[in-house]
């Protein structure tokens, strides 16, 4: 532990201090009327690697806007037959590199009075609707109101649609101009890809250097030196052929399921971030939604409410459910949907149906863009679950 205690007592306990974890930390204690809370924030991982990147379009600004590490206003869709350029105002595609997350939220932290970091796990929690919770980590024992967690089991989540998106990817540091930092490379689909979704994307942050990633859509997670020949060929044969150093590696997997997450509404212990469901399930996107996930719980407990998290409207978590039966069942490759969208709507459409804005004309032109048989069949199926139960 960081600090030394008084107490183990806290009005705010929060598992998994990591991308969730840490923004609601963040948020509660700049907020006036909650900055007085007791917070502890445990989490076995000292979080200092750049374990991860997060990328994620957006309109807006967010309380983290002066760490974005860098931003496109430009992004390229390749595929075997075709590339595309897209210009994508009013949004940008933005990037905050894990480390600087991680030391902005924690300095702040630790500059704050009533905030204690437990470096362990956490090993149990008792809940206790109406009296304190208890939270059993490797050494210590704390109490607190409000339990907030954000790690998660995946022998939790229903048998529903899942799969994981596993990647690897390389920073890479060549010696001769090869990227252009105006743009980023949103998906490449030049690539085997032998009954997955696998697909690339380049990420420039100069010139010379740029993060280059392979992602894959399938059940199992296989060895990390998986990936190595489809980077080194790619790079090869699409942004280099000559000498490059490698300068970072980021490996990760992001569960993506249908799993009805739905909390009690009578638990003190709240799930939130990837716990929660807020990874999209048909595209493993999760910052934007952490950001106004941890936004709205911040509301609630303005005032003195708990707030459950609800990640998709019953609309939007269906149409999840059609694109991962299609996908999964192999109906039509994910290559095969993402090339009809992106040949034949602009990104602008298709950010706005994952974003779940509700634009019925933007759903009904994302769902006539791929080939129909696939998606009615896997209409029918879903339609065909949700009323029998099965
Ligand atoms: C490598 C990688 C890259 C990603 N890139 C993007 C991206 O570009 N855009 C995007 O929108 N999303 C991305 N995601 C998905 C998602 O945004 C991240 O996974 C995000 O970090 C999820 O936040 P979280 O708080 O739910 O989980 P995490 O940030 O993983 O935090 C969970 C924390 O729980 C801790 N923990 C685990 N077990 C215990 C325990 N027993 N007790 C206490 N603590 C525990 C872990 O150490 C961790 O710090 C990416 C995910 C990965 C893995």
Redesign the pocket.
Known sequence: MDHLLSSNKYDVAI???????LSLAYKIKKNPKLAHLRIAL????P?TNN??????WSKETDCFEDILYTKWESIEFSSSGFTKAFTIAPYVYKMIRGIDFYRYTKDFLKSQEKVDFYNE???KISESPDTTNTIQ?QESRIKADTVFK??YDKKDFSKDHFVWQH?KGWTIQTEEDCFDPGKAVFMDFRVEQDNETRFFYVLPFSTKQALVEIAVFSEEIPHESFYDPYLVHYIKNYLTGGKYTILET?????PMTTHNFIASKKSSVIH????AG??KASS?????R?QQETDKVIKFMEQNRLYKYRPSSNRYHFYDKILLNVILSGKASGKTIFECLFQNLKPQTIFSFLDEEGKFMNELKVFSAPPSRPFIIGYLQEMYKKITGS
């Open positions: 598992a998994g201090a990591g991308l969730a974890g445990i989490d076995p991982s979080k374990d991860r990147t997060w990328c994620f796990s956490v090993v980590c954000s790690y990647f980021e490996l990760g997997a992001i939130i971030g990837t716990n807020s990874v493993g996107y999760a910052y934007k952490i």
